[in-house]
């Protein structure tokens, strides 16, 4: 199969991998501003975490505050960005924490938008973790 022209142009693909690691770096040193600043603020943005169903930038954003800051450090097993044209691109990953079992993994999905004047932002986002032994 072919793969179509607008698929992972390699300048829309840089953008949304640096985005993709902004939020990673954000993530894990509990920087609420930078991951309040990267979604969407409307109430059309989702979040559905690991024990957490979010509806909305307003309840995101209150997890994020009330969310402990310590214990957040994770090793990314593998990270796939895929563009779609210039103003639409998926991100997932798998991830690990230290003292988990070897057969845990996280997993992390994202949806993003390029809206004008705002740039790219994560409209949906889901996370689970999940045993495979």
């Not at 450090?73 to 895929?82: C, F, G, I, K």
């Not at 996370?127 to 032994?133: E, K, P, Q, R, W």
Request: aromatic share 10%.
């Amino acid at each position: 199969m072919t793969e179509l022209s607008y698929i992972n142009r390699p300048e829309v693909h840089a953008e949304v991998t640096e985005v993709f690691y902004r939020y990673e770096t954000a993530l894990v040193t509990n920087d609420v501003e930078t991951l309040d600043a990267l979604f969407w603020s409307s109430d059309h943005t989702i979040r559905l975490g690991a024990s957490e169903n979010l509806f909305g930038q307003d309840e995101i954003l209150a997890f994020r505050k009330a969310r402990p800051g310590v214990g957040l450090a994770r090793s990314l097993l593998r990270v796939v960005v895929t563009t779609f044209g210039d103003d639409c691109a998926t991100t997932n990953a798998i991830f690990t924490r230290a003292g988990w079992p070897t057969s845990r993994t996280g997993r992390q999905s994202q949806t993003l938008i390029k809206l004008p004047e705002v740039g790219w932002q994560i409209v949906s986002a889901h996370v689970s973790i999940v045993d495979l032994a």
